[in-house]
Nanobody, 125 residues
Framework: VQLQASGGGSVQPGGSLRLSCVAS????????VAWFRQAPGKEREAVSC??????????YYADSVKGRFTLSRDNAKNAVWLQMNSLKREDTALYHC?????????????????WGQGTLVTVSS
């Protein structure tokens, strides 16, 4: 069972990045999948979450990223993507994807059981 996060990098303010979270060993479509980030000296923040395990899809976006970040998923590829546009310096952080198997919405932090390794996003000029 593994989550592989990738896609981070260095970009100028206003630029874009696309993060990927690919699962192996389990079906990602059965889980809510979230992206968290943690900047140096700051607490971990839930950035976005998607749950399409039921008929009704659920999406969550932190206020700080609404209108700029977009989640999508492809269950056939067992992957979730976070498209990040109009990046700001304050988006600089280590980003992790995580999964939760729960009927709660949004999932509680303690319900996230699988975590991918972080992928670093740096926004600077």
């Amino acid at each position: 069972v593994q989550l592989q996060a990738s896609g981070g990098g260095s970009v100028q303010p206003g630029g874009s990045l696309r993060l990927s979270c690919v699962a192996s060993g389990f079906s990602l479509g059965d889980y809510a999948v979230a992206w968290f980030r943690q900047a140096p000296g700051k607490e971990r923040e839930a950035v976005s979450c998607i749950d399409t395990s039921d008929e009704t899809p659920y999406y969550y976006y932190a206020d700080s990223v609404k209108g700029r970040f977009t989640l999508s998923r492809d269950n056939a590829k067992n992957a979730v993507w976070l498209q990040m546009n109009s990046l700001k310096r304050e988006d600089t952080a280590l980003y992790h994807c995580a999964t939760a198997y729960t009927s709660n919405w949004p999932p509680k932090l303690w319900e996230y059981d699988y975590w991918g390794q972080g992928t670093l996003v740096t926004v600077s000029s």
